[in-house]
């Protein structure tokens, strides 16, 4: 199964969970995603994204309470999983990490459910703030951006109840890929005119693609011509 997600966000969660657990984040290492299950090595932008997560740890000195951690509610049938509680001079925060430059309105009715999460699972967070905590932020000097949004789990109840009424009786859509794709170009035949082999013929139906308010419109309209090539002599 093939993960319809980028990796860059979850890779950068591991690299600063190694941070908050005494460990040391070398730009040469690997790191495994959440959503591939594999070791990827940093790029230079999830590099950067790691380095403004230490800024903000030095500047804030936040007491680590709970780091990535599997949180569920029993009661509401969800789970997830939360990046960090920590106290922040007299104020405890579940703060969510993001490697983007938007915060979207889904985006705090998880965190709203987080902390509902961790009241079922006997943690007092009564009195606990939501904050999301921007890595690799673009729009100022500090390159990390930290914001308080207000707990809005009643929504998150509402959407959680029209999603199950939209998908009720209905499986995950999958699509099928072939595992190697080849052009046979050791076969005879002529560039221009390879043939896959029938174990790497690609779908005849095209899957739907994964659309994120980050990726825009999905016919094409949002993306940059092509720039012509000019060869001077």
Not at 141 to 167: G, S, W
Request: hydrophobic share 35%.
């Amino acid at each position: 199964i093939k993960v319809a997600a980028g990796s860059k966000g979850s890779t950068v969660h591991s690299a600063v969970t190694n941070l908050l657990s005494g460990g040391v984040v070398k730009m040469e290492d690997k790191y495994e995603s959440r959503e591939t299950g594999k070791e990827e090595e940093l790029t230079v932008e999830e590099y950067e994204c790691i380095m403004s997560f230490a800024d903000w740890f030095k500047e804030t000195n936040p007491e680590i309470i709970l780091n990535e951690v599997f949180v569920e509610s029993e009661l509401y049938n969800f789970a997830g999983m939360c990046d960090l509680v920590a106290k922040i001079k007299d104020q405890v925060y579940i703060i969510d990490f993001k490697t983007g430059q938007y915060i979207w309105p889904e985006y705090e009715l998880q965190i709203s459910a987080y902390k509902q999460a961790l009241k079922e699972m006997g943690r007092n967070a009564e009195n606990v703030k939501l904050a999301f905590l921007q890595l690799g932020y673009k729009k100022n000097k500090k390159k990390y951006k930290f914001t308080e949004v207000d707990d809005k789990f009643k929504l998150f109840l509402h959407a959680q109840a029209i999603c199950e009424n939209e998908t009720k009786g209905q499986a995950p859509k999958q699509a099928e890929y072939p595992l190697s794709i080849s052009l046979n170009l050791d076969s005879g035949a002529s560039v221009g005119e390879a043939k896959p082999s029938e174990d790497t013929k690609l779908p005849k139906t095209p899957p739907t693609p994964l659309v994120t308010p980050q990726d825009g419109h999905t016919d094409g309209s949002n993306r940059a011509k092509p720039k012509k090539l000019t060869i001077k002599k």
